[in-house]
């Protein structure tokens, strides 16, 4: 039985950029193939009528829009781009729309072809600060209330610019500059097998044969046999160690020790004594 939904096939993306070259016209400044999906490059102005074309024109057919994601470049004079995610349910296939945009140019909302782009162009004004001319609800929606920046820029510190915290006098939620405990650390994220000229705290019980630092890790059998060298060193003697166990020949060995003066009888005690014998004469 063959499947409702044609399966995918590498040779669309030619077609597909094809198609989309004659339905878009102008509107479209570039069309290449990366990673095995198509990217459609464009213009800010020409976006409604490219989104359009690529719905309804047939032969492309992309009904759905999936997701709508924002990237920043900052070396560039438009800094963001926004990517629009779109499928072709009769067609099985997927492309990618970019179109670009800074702070200043608000890019056309779509939320008239896909009324579920409101929430996805929210998500990239919180995120990156791209405007939308036409969204009628254009306010932050992961965010929280007078949060100050765009977190997904790339200039954002890592540490953002306010925390909050439950203050036990004031008996709320407070929210206060940042304050670090201490620095971000610098961290070496080279393993030491892998090239390094140095040897972490304990990785040098894993080079035994060699000297600490060694830039090559050894073998499993150089590692047996500097443990059977190392053991043999380590080996106790009578000589050196004096105190090793060894089997009791006598009393003496045993390690009771000689009696003390405490091993005598002791005298009696006279109160005792006489106690007793008061007993005994009544």
Known sequence: MRAPAPAWAADLNDATIDSARAALGEALSDAVEVAGEVQLHVTRDGLIAALTALRDTPGLEYQQLMEIAGVDYPDRAERFEVVYCLLSLTRNHRLHVHVPATEETPVPSVTGLWPVAGWLEREVYDMFGVLFSGNADLRRILTDYGFRGHPFRKDFPLSG?????????????????????????TFDFMSPWEGAAYVLPGDEKAKLPEAKGAPSPVTATEVQKADAVQSAKAAPTAASEPYAKKDAQGTADTGAGKPGSDAAPRPADPDVTASKSGGQNQ
């Open 161 to 185: 610019y306010v925390e909050l915290r439950y203050s036990e006098e004031q008996k709320r939620v407070v929210y206060e500059p940042v304050s670090l405990a201490q620095d971000f650390r």
